[in-house]
């Protein structure tokens, strides 16, 4: 039995209007949306073949180069922290969206091949038709992003903003913890953006991370198939899976006031540094930084911040120093 297969799933959900979105954020609890986008169609064309999608998305290209990420076989997929905590597992490019749409379609199956990926491809600038031929009623004044790839696994982290995540190819599995559950998933560097778990999903080690156990049992699964949808509240943190050799997807991210959100966002990481220590306080606030992390105790690796990004932690880190230089 997966890991996954142990989880509680997330709940469905009828949305019809606007309305019934904003009843989900101020629950603030994630749910399954099934065959939201059967309207679109581009959900027609990714139901037909990758070809047909890659056909519909081509035709729509206004020639701009976007990011692109690529992971070599080795890393069979996942999108994460490489062995320095520094680099990831994956590069980025830029390249064009149409070579790029091919080139995905002709490492489907191949053996050995690259994952390669667009991620988080401003539709409103790159294809902007298709926000007019695929309409989301229940988030008119939002601008979907595309992520279309191989069989990519996203590691876990958080975003800052509310998400409804949409697939029109493919399968994709999202496993989700609630925010508090950040003591629990042993995230990397937060200066070295996003930051992410340390742990593999797929195959936790359980004697290096005894806490994440505790996450699992708050984690809720949802594997969702083309035309499905997934409401995500901000901050949940959330691992994704991209389950067939070619996959597409579109999200709309949004928060209904920025200040806020950004406050919000501020506000949630000393409560992931409660347990931490600087020992260093006053270069905590000038730019290197050496936090013990509460896995010590544990015989991990403490973690060390090896440039803290000052304009985001500089309102978190403070206080911390100040408290910790009074003691
Ligand atoms: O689909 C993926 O690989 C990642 C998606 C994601 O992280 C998001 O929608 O926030």
């Given at each position: 039995m997966e890991v996954h297969d142990r989880l509680t799933a997330v709940p469905l959900a009828v949305f019809n209007t606007a309305a019934d979105l904003d009843h989900a954020v101020a629950a603030a609890r994630p749910l399954l949306i099934k065959g939201l986008l059967v309207r679109w169609p581009a959900f027609a064309a990714g139901r037909e073949s990758p070809t047909a999608l890659n056909r519909y998305l081509k035709s729509l290209d206004r020639g701009l180069s976007g990011t692109v990420m690529e992971a070599p076989a080795s890393a069979e997929g996942r999108f994460g922290y490489?062995?320095?905590?520094?680099?990831?597992?994956?590069?980025?490019?830029?390249?064009?969206?149409?070579?790029?749409?091919?080139?995905?379609?002709?490492?489907?199956?191949?053996?050995?091949?690259?994952?390669?990926?667009?991620?988080?491809?401003?539709?409103?600038?790159?294809?902007?038709?298709?926000?007019?031929?695929?309409?989301?009623?229940?988030?008119p004044q939002t601008a979907p992003l595309l992520w279309l790839g191989g069989r990519v696994r996203t590691q876990i982290h958080h975003d800052r903003d509310h998400?409804?995540?949409?697939?029109?190819?493919?399968?994709?599995?999202?496993?989700?913890f609630p925010p508090e559950q950040v003591a629990n998933l042993y995230i990397g560097p937060i200066d070295n953006p996003p930051p992410l778990s340390i742990v593999d999903l797929d195959a936790p080690d359980f004697d290096r991370f005894p806490r994440f156990g505790e996450a699992l049992k708050a984690a809720q699964v949802a594997e969702l198939e083309s035309g499905d949808a997934i409401f995500m509240p901000r901050h949940?943190?959330?691992?994704?899976?991209?389950?067939?050799?070619?996959?597409?997807?579109?999200?709309?991210?949004?928060?209904?006031?920025?200040?806020?959100?950004?406050?919000?966002?501020?506000?949630?990481?000393?409560?992931?540094?409660?347990?931490?220590?600087?020992?260093?306080?006053?270069?905590?606030?000038?730019?290197?930084?050496?936090?013990?992390?509460?896995?010590?105790?544990?015989?991990?690796?403490?973690?060390?911040?090896?440039?803290?990004?000052?304009?985001?932690l500089e309102p978190v880190v403070r206080p911390l120093a100040l408290r910790s230089s009074k003691s």
């Open positions: 490489g062995r320095d905590m520094r680099e990831f597992t994956f590069s980025k490019r830029q390249q064009g969206i149409s070579e790029t749409l091919d080139r995905i379609e002709r490492q489907m199956g191949r053996a050995n091949a690259s994952t390669v990926a667009i991620q988080m491809l401003p539709l409103a600038t790159h294809l902007p038709d298709f926000i007019a031929q695929n309409p989301m009623p229940l988030l998400n409804l995540a949409c697939v029109l190819a493919g399968r994709r599995r999202f496993v989700l949940w943190w959330h691992h994704v899976t991209s389950l067939e050799p070619y996959n597409a997807m579109v999200n709309y991210w949004w928060a209904h006031n920025r200040q806020a959100s950004k406050i919000r966002t501020l506000a949630f990481w000393p409560r992931s540094l409660r347990s931490k220590t600087c020992r260093q306080p006053s270069e905590a606030i000038g730019g290197s930084c050496s936090i013990r992390t509460s896995f010590k105790r544990q015989a991990v690796p403490s973690i060390t911040y090896p440039r803290i990004c000052r304009a985001c």
